[in-house]
């Protein structure tokens, strides 16, 4: 798990938070705003999913490589 992975939960989970307050005191201001700040958040989640992602796919090329020989 990396930075980006854990911020953007974080950064989610109050956007849902926010929009929820909102929601229950009739303020479009923070339902717009936290709906944006959980799109945010889901975004910088997935960036580090693929950071992740690319991470393992080079220990698993670098490990090829060593049991060929390169």
């Known amino acids: 798990m990396n930075k980006d992975q ?7 989970a109050a956007g849902k938070v926010q929009k929820e307050f909102g929601k229950a005191v009739d303020s479009p201001k923070h339902q717009i705003e936290g709906g944006m700040k959980e799109v945010a958040g ?4 997935a960036v ?3 950071k992740e992602d690319v991470k393992d796919a080079r220990k698993d090329a670098n490990r090829d490589a060593e049991k060929r020989g390169y």
Not at 6 to 12: A, L
Not at 42 to 45: D, E, N, P, R
Request: aromatic content about 0%; cysteine-free; overall charge positive.
């Open 6 to 12: 854990v911020k953007g939960t974080i950064k989610e």
């Open 42 to 45: 889901k975004t910088q989640k």
């Open 48 to 50: 580090g999913d693929v």
